[in-house]
Structures are given as structure tokens and as C-alpha cells.
């Protein structure tokens, strides 16, 4: 293991950090939150210093960086930049227990939106920002974005690229241009832009510019966390109708954007995930509003409704209009059905991804053929291309440790004593970054009745879930810390 090479990115990503902080520094000035203001300005010296200190003993690091150090980055960075994140709450006060502010920011950074909070607006204004802004910045991945904006140098060739495949989202990394960086440019490129028009379409809704750029963050970082209470439902149906178009937007893999931009139209119309995305939400929409029409007042209403609320689980955004836990049991399976797939690979949004429940199901119609044809050599393929059996059997691990670490986090978890159907979603809306699940945690409740020791294994799931549980499980592995020889 490269140790100084990591330290070295680590101090990157402290450093980083504390800069991102300075906004909502400056709105805690504004406000006058003295205890935010001092919080933050604590937390972003502190942080500085100990970056500063790092980088210089780790300034001659050897640039050997591979796939082992490309995991470990992306998995200790994740949790550093948590702990980092969490200080401002833990030290204002905000958040009094520390291991509830370390779960509000897991939850924030890796876009869950599951909270322990009972009081939203009791928050302060650069507290509420902070708390936001953790979601954008998650969305994308903070590693993409140091990619995005520090130079690889010149032995360290395979640093973007180790990096990226740890960090993004889907069954593989295809690349938008021959060089990582200006992929890594390119996506942060088309995210900013987005957010920017969201912000846009919610200030014409008639929400403050701190409310139009705080819920923007939510949205593009499919996380869901609001500045209300009642998260959306007080919010007009325009604003509503805004986020569900951009949760879906957000949902769709990047490469999508850039092939539009190229001009490519017909090969993003012919892309497969895509459809099966977007035919999931047709599909879930009519069915749901079929069986929950009786429960609204009107046919436009119930739609509406339902779009929203479809579109915030698939894409695991996690904000609600309405208390979905009282649907009839037939639309409630169904939305645990989508808390399942999930967005698109390389979006903003968790889950299992439409790409991985694609290959499957190819991969599984390949198997059957194979059995009755034993002789004839079959292929996967996915949008014409042929699918290397590499990525099929990383796919086949992936569902193993995804199927592992959802059962023994749910057999953990029923130490608290809780209903079966809380437990449950709990371990599913954290572990597939939603956020809201149904009963206890249904999106009327939080997660702040929860055992110390219930809150840690869903911030291993929070993590594990955002990160593609790999880089996560290779922290834990006592061969992933031998020096390479």
C-alpha cells in the first residue's frame, strides 16, 4: 500500500473541504449565528492546518497509484470528509450527540436523506445550508470534482482513472473523451449546469433565492434533504412539479447529456437503460395512480401526486408531498420495488441501478440458452456493444455482497425491537441512499430513536450503498494494508 500517496490525496480532500465550507460561513455571518460562526470558522482552520500538515509529510510521496489505492482513496475519503462535515453541527451544538451529527452528514455526503432530526427550521440558516450542500457535493463525488480541477502528474497515470472507477456509480466506467480528467471535467460541467437551471426554475416558483438554491442541492444530489418539516408538501404544485422533472433528469446517466450535446440524439433514444428507466416510472405511475385514485381529489391531482412521489423513490431522492405510508399495500410494494433498482449508473442517484437489473436479466436470458443449446457461444449484449465476461462476473460479485450486507444489516437491526416492516426499509431507504422507508421511517418519521449501535451499521450501509460497497469492504480487508513489495 502507497500510504504517503493516499495521505497525500487525503490532505487534498480535507483541504477541499474546509474551502466548501466558506459559504456557509459567510451566511452564518450574515445571519448573525454566533455559534455557527464559530463552529465553522474552528472546523474550516482546524481543518486547514491539519491538511497543510499532511500534504508536507506526505509531499514525497512515490507516484505509484493502482486500483488497491484507487479503493482505499475513494472508501477513507468518504468517511474522513464525513467526519469533517459532521464537526460544525457537533460543535455549534446543532447536534449534541456526536454520532448523530456523523449519521446527518454520512446521510447528506452520500445523498441518502435520512435524518435524525425532529426539527428541521429549528436549524440555523448556515447550518440548514451546510446541511444541503452536502448532497451536491456528494451527488457527483467529491473525488470527481479534485479530478475535475488538480492535474495527474505524470507517473501517476493511473491515478484519475483508479479513482473514477472507485468512485462512480454503475456495473463499469466508460470513459466520454480518451483522457479521465476532462471526463471528470466534463460531468462536473453538465451537474453545475443542471443545478443551475434548476435553481432557476424554483426561483420563478416564487422561493427565496437561500430556499431555490438549498432545495436545488437536494435535488441534483438526489438527496432529499428539505429546510420544512413537511419537506415538499407546503410547497406549490409548480415547485413540486419542477423538482420531479429534474429528480428525473438528475436520474439519467450523464453520458446521456454529453451524447446530446454531441448531437448523438438517436443513440441516446436507442439507449437500453434509458428505456427501462423511464419505462419503470410510465409503468409505476399508472398502476399507483390506478390503485390510490380514490385517496385524492381529483384524476390531475392523484397523477401529480404520484409522479412526485414515484420519482423521488426510483431516483433515491427521498423528498415527499405526501405520507405514502398510508397507500394501499399494492402501490407501497410497489415503490419498494423501485427503492430497489434505483436511477441510472453514473447519475446522482443510489440503488441497484437500472444498468446492473438489465445485465441481469440479459445475462440470466444468455444462461437459459446456453442450457438448452450447450454447444452454441453466446454473448451479452448491451446498446449493440458485447458485454466482457469481466463485467458480468463483477456484476454476479456485487449481488452477492449486496444480498449479504442487507441481511445481516437487517438482523442487526432487530435487536432494536422494532416492527419488522421498519427494520426492513430502514436498512433498504440507507443502504440504497433513499432516505424515507415506510412505518417508523416512513417519510413523516426519522431515524433518531435508533441504538447507537443500529445508527453505525446503517452508516456502513449509507457508505457502502454510495460507493458501490467495494471501495468499502476493501478498507476492512487486512491484505489491503500490506506495503507492496
Not at 1 to 29: H, Q
Not at 262 to 281: A, M, S, T
Not at 285 to 314: D, K
Not at 363 to 388: A, D, E
Request: hydrophobic fraction near 50%; include cysteine.
Amino acid at each position: 500500500m502507497n500510504y504517503k500517496m493516499v495521505g497525500r490525496f487525503m490532505s487534498l480532500v480535507i483541504i477541499t473541504e474546509a474551502v466548501f465550507m466558506v459559504p456557509a460561513w459567510i451566511i452564518s455571518l450574515i445571519h448573525g449565528e454566533a455559534t455557527s460562526i464559530t463552529a465553522f470558522a474552528t472546523t474550516i482552520i482546524g481543518s486547514i492546518l491539519v491538511g497543510l500538515l499532511m500534504f508536507m509529510l506526505c509531499r514525497r510521496a512515490e507516484m505509484r497509484f493502482y486500483a488497491r489505492e484507487g479503493l482505499v482513496s475513494a472508501g477513507l475519503g468518504w468517511a474522513i470528509m464525513s467526519l469533517v462535515g459532521c464537526m460544525p453541527f457537533f460543535i455549534s451544538g446543532e447536534i449534541p450527540a456526536f454520532i448523530d451529527a456523523y449519521f446527518e452528514t454520512v446521510s447528506g455526503f452520500t445523498t441518502t436523506g435520512a435524518s435524525i432530526l425532529t426539527n428541521v427550521e429549528a436549524m440555523s440558516y448556515g447550518m440548514l445550508y451546510w446541511r444541503s450542500f452536502t448532497h451536491w457535493l456528494g451527488g457527483m463525488g467529491v473525488m470527481v470534482f479534485l479530478l475535475a480541477v488538480i492535474p495527474a502528474s505524470g507517473k501517476g497515470n493511473g491515478f484519475t482513472m483508479h479513482l473514477l472507477r472507485a468512485e462512480s456509480p454503475g456495473p463499469n466506467v466508460g470513459k466520454l473523451v480518451p483522457r479521465m480528467r476532462q471526463t471528470a471535467t466534463i460531468l462536473y460541467t453538465l451537474y453545475v449546469a443542471l443545478t443551475i437551471l434548476c435553481f432557476v426554475f424554483l426561483l420563478f416558483g416564487g422561493m427565496s433565492p437561500f430556499e431555490a438554491i438549498c432545495t436545488a442541492y437536494g435535488t441534483a444530489g438526489t438527496g432529499g434533504f428539505g429546510i420544512k418539516n413537511d419537506s415538499m408538501a407546503g410547497y406549490s404544485v409548480y415547485i413540486q412539479n419542477v423538482c420531479t422533472v429534474f429528480m428525473i433528469l438528475f436520474g439519467v446517466n450523464f453520458t446521456c447529456y454529453y451524447m446530446l450535446l454531441l448531437g448523438k440524439v438517436k443513440d441516446v433514444l436507442k439507449d437500453e437503460e434509458l428505456k427501462l428507466y423511464l419505462g419503470l416510472i410510465f409503468a409505476s405511475v399508472v398502476l399507483i395512480s390506478i390503485n390510490t385514485r380514490s385517496m385524492f381529489h381529483s384524476l390531475g391531482e392523484t397523477v401529480q401526486q404520484v409522479f412526485f412521489q414515484v420519482a423521488t423513490i426510483i431516483t433515491t431522492t427521498g423528498f415527499a408531498t405526501t405520507d405514502f405510508d398510508l397507500w394501499p399495500t399494492f402501490s407501497k410494494a410497489i415503490l419498494i420495488i423501485l427503492m430497489f433498482c434505483g436511477a441510472s449508473a453514473g447519475s446522482t442517484g443510489g440503488g441497484f441501478k437500472c444498468g446492473r437489473i438489465l445485465l441481469l436479466f440479459k445475462n440470466l436470458h444468455r444462461n437459459l440458452q446456453k442450457t438448452l443449446n450447450p454447444q452454441k457461444v453466446l454473448v451479452v449484449r448491451n446498446n449493440g456493444q458485447v458485454v466482457s465476461e469481466k463485467v458480468l462476473d463483477n456484476l454476479n460479485t456485487y449481488l452477492i455482497a449486496y444480498v449479504m450486507i442487507t441481511i445481516v444489516s437487517f438482523l442487526v437491526i432487530c435487536l432494536d425491537g422494532k416492527s419488522l416492516t421498519t427494520t426492513m426499509t430502514s436498512v433498504i431507504a440507507c443502504f440504497n441512499n433513499i432516505g424515507p422507508g415506510l412505518d417508523g421511517v416512513g417519510p413523516t418519521c426519522n431515524y433518531h430513536d435508533f441504538s447507537i449501535l443500529s445508527k453505525i451499521i446503517l452508516i456502513f450501509d449509507m457508505l457502502a450503498g454510495r460507493l458501490e460497497i467495494f471501495p468499502i469492504m476493501i478498507l476492512l480487508s487486512k491484505n489491503t494494508w500490506k506495503k507492496l513489495g
